[in-house]
């Protein structure tokens, strides 16, 4: 970052206390997190910074151009969120309690309940809550007050409109905090793991240790600093390569980046056009995303069942029948998947998928 980049990063005067890191864990995990661990806001490690703009330089993220998109302020939150100073990565279980019933048509674990995005930033905006009463400690007056509402939010909510979502902030409206759940350019397994919650293994997923892969993730960028910083997470995966193994496409190569047109979850959800040769041949039963690499992988064994109603399946989802399937309407369609993750395919892209398949 060049020192005019630099000298634009705003230092907000204090309203809260030094965060109690233990506390603010304790909250996460009242509100049902699986994990919690916090990092210094400060921009990316260079080597992880240059390896993703090489895979970007490589097209490797196929027809994501989302994944190219303010790439400053994915490699620097500072960017994305003025007045950030510290980032709580969050991960709540989705390990299925339930599945389809085997033989039928399969759909990736984490869409089988409601879409995890509202859930996420419910539970996120409620902690986020929880942790402003618990550490705000400025109390505003003619004489200190650093900044009025209105400037406040607006490098905030100007850096939430280019970026095309709305995050939830602050109830006070304070600049320095935000919430993601996938909705925003943020590296969320790199926080993950700079947070010490688990590493990012072979198959490029967050793995956190005796429990799995099967985990949404999330952050909460706060405007102050904690008393005690997460330490890094060091990679477990030792010699293993069974994700490798289980890749039906070969989308995960050692000693390579991951190749997301090659994934058969790219393939059958991202993908706008015609599948794959390859993606035909290797889905097998799956007709929406792909859980491969991480059923094979040897820490999932430790995986709970979650307990969270919102991510359970609809009877109707377990009913379904492959013939069922090839008959689907758009109004079944709808039924199915109100509020769920699934939306994303839209029905033609659900009904390509199934086309594919022989009745």
């Avoid at 390896?51 to 330089?57: D, N, T």
Wanted: proline content about 6%; some cysteine.
């Amino acid at each position: 970052m060049s020192p005019v980049e630099q000298a634009k990063l705003p230092t907000p005067r204090d309203s809260y206390g030094l965060g109690n890191s233990s506390v603010i864990k304790s909250l996460a995990h009242s509100l049902g997190f699986f994990a919690c661990g916090i990092a210094k806001a400060e921009p990316v490690d260079e080597a992880v910074a240059q390896k993703y703009r090489k895979w970007l330089e490589n097209g490797e993220e196929a027809s994501m151009a989302y994944m190219a998109n303010y790439l400053e302020k994915r490699l620097d939150p500072r960017l994305l969120v003025p007045g950030v100073r510290s980032i709580v990565s969050l991960a709540l279980n989705y390990a299925p309690a339930q599945q389809l019933p085997e033989g039928e048509y399969q759909i990736a674990a984490y869409a089988l309940g409601l879409d995890y995005h509202d859930l996420m930033k419910v539970k996120m905006r409620e902690l986020a809550e929880k942790i402003a009463a618990k550490f705000h400690s400025f109390q505003e007056t003619e004489e200190n007050q650093p900044l009025n509402r209105e400037t406040r939010t607006k490098d905030n909510e100007t850096n939430i409109k280019e970026c095309g979502k709305k995050v939830p902030l602050s109830p006070r409206g304070e600049r320095g905090w935000g919430c993601f759940c996938d909705t925003a350019p943020v590296l969320e397994r790199y926080w993950a793991q700079k947070a010490g919650i688990g590493w990012i293994g072979r198959n490029h997923q967050l793995i956190i240790p005796h429990a799995g892969s099967m985990f949404f993730l999330g952050e909460i960028f706060l405007p102050f600093e904690v008393d005690v910083y997460d330490e890094p997470m060091a990679n477990r995966c030792g010699s293993c390569h069974r994700c490798i193994d289980a890749c039906p496409t070969r989308a995960i190569i050692p000693g390579e980046d991951f190749h997301a047109e090659r994934c058969l979850s790219y393939q059958l959800i991202e993908n706008r056009g015609e599948l794959s040769a390859e993606a035909k041949t290797a889905m097998g039963d799956t007709i929406y995303g792909c859980d491969r690499c991480q059923t094979a992988c040897p820490w999932n064994r430790f995986a709970t069942p979650n307990t969270e109603p919102a991510l359970q399946p609809k009877p109707e989802l377990l009913n379904m029948s492959k013939e069922k399937w090839h008959n689907l309407t758009v109004e079944d369609y709808r039924r199915l998947f109100k509020g769920s993750a699934v939306k994303r395919v839209k029905f033609e892209g659900l009904k390509r998928n199934i086309t594919v398949k022989k009745p």
